[in-house]
């Protein structure tokens, strides 16, 4: 089976080489095909971080397995990491944190085993990536939440915690305050949680369930999330188990699925020959299992886990009063170690499952779209307008141009409300939200807004808008503060 593989950015080449070592040695029948990716792609000018070469290789044998790679500062490229969770869909980061006997942390002392793993949605809301400066003063970020692409990562979240046989799922969100957006995934969680009875499915508010992991992550087995709040609890998941060095990386699609190393590219230890391959080695590890190869998958985790188990380190984790290795003695020691047991955790040895590759054609973008269930229509729009006056003349002014179809309902200045009531101790920016609606409820036309926005533009520079839009009887749209 041919992969396609990316070495990466600083300490990248030098990890990849013991991991495919590694490989090699346990006979994993693997080929790979060298794909050219990361920041010294940046710089030969190619904007997205990955040659055209790369592109096509990577759709065409569907797997990628990448070093840590970096992002030029300061010239207005984006992350090539996010780029290609987001172009090759890989909806769903899967992380798995467990104790690793011989890496020492708080809860290994305190005999407190820890296997949480973290479904984190992969490829919208922060990573839509979608930014604005509204004033001088004001940035816009656009959070994208789609039912569709909760769906999916919630969908595979369930899927994975069956196989696992896990106990028990969470949902961790901020719906408390993002009704819209986070009810949304959260509503999505319930859904799918109908057709899994088995599992004891739950929801967390995300800080109080980031307290919870920190105070007792042994009850908890699997955590879905949505991007930024998952990018967040997986970091500290990693903290809990000794850091980004022990923490695999799995970014699941449908058609293409990437396997990587998160930590960076330490660039300060580059080219020594010192760094720790086990979070790549890890996340290797995921990579033969998603292939079928079981038998060299438990056979390469049991000797990284029994050479922890034997005190073996590189210089970044373990017992100092031992001689830390280099990244290639290391790997010579988990090579010295198959077809050793560990005393804890030790995965069962099965057969390869007969595994065929499988190409993807694909002859044009999916579209993923759920059934409207309710009737649509628009009662209103927020237009966001950029102004230093005071809320009173800026609501005079916007009452003028009401006209016969419109209420101007509120004013509101970052989210709360500062007409028709509010408080002078309020401080203000110079961007506001006026909020018109329908006069009589009657539903309202595309027309009706553009005119509304044209009369509203002789007084103020108008910087975005949002139609409020009615499901039925349900406002799909939520209230100021003090509304």
Known sequence: MNIAVANGDGIGPEIMEAVLKI?????????????EMGKWVFDKG???????????TIEKLGILFKGPMETPKGKGVKSVNVTARKTWNT???KRVFQTLHGVDTVFSKAGIPIDVTIVRENIEDTYGGIEHMLTHDVALSRRFITRPGSLQVIKYA???ATKKKARR??????????KITDGLFLECFYEVAKDYPHLKADDVIVDDLCMKLVTRPDTFDVVVLTNLQGDIVSDLCAGLVGGLGFAPSANIGDHICIFEAVHGTA????????ANPTALLLSGIAMLRHLGLMQNAAEIENALLYTLEQGIHTGDFGDKSNPSLNTTQFADAIISNFGKQPKLNAKEVIPNMPVTPTSFRLEKNPMLVSKEMEEEHIAGVDLFIESDEQPEVIAKKCQRHAGVKFNLINVSNRGTQVWPTGSVFTNLVNQYNVRFESI????????????LYASLSGNFKICSLELLNMFGEKKAYSLAQGQ
């Open 46 to 56: 190619f904007s997205n971080g990955m040659t055209p070469e790369a592109k096509q």
């Open 23 to 35: 490989f090699n040695a346990n006979k994993t029948p693997l080929e790979y095909t060298v794909v």
């Open 440 to 451: 009589d409820g009657s539903p309202l036309n595309q027309q009706d807004i553009i005119g």
């Open 91 to 93: 909806y769903a980061n």
């Open 169 to 178: 799922i969470t949902c961790g969100h901020k719906a408390n305050i993002m």
């Open 267 to 274: 660039p300060d230890i580059a080219g020594k020959n010192i």
């Open 158 to 160: 369930f899927e994975m």
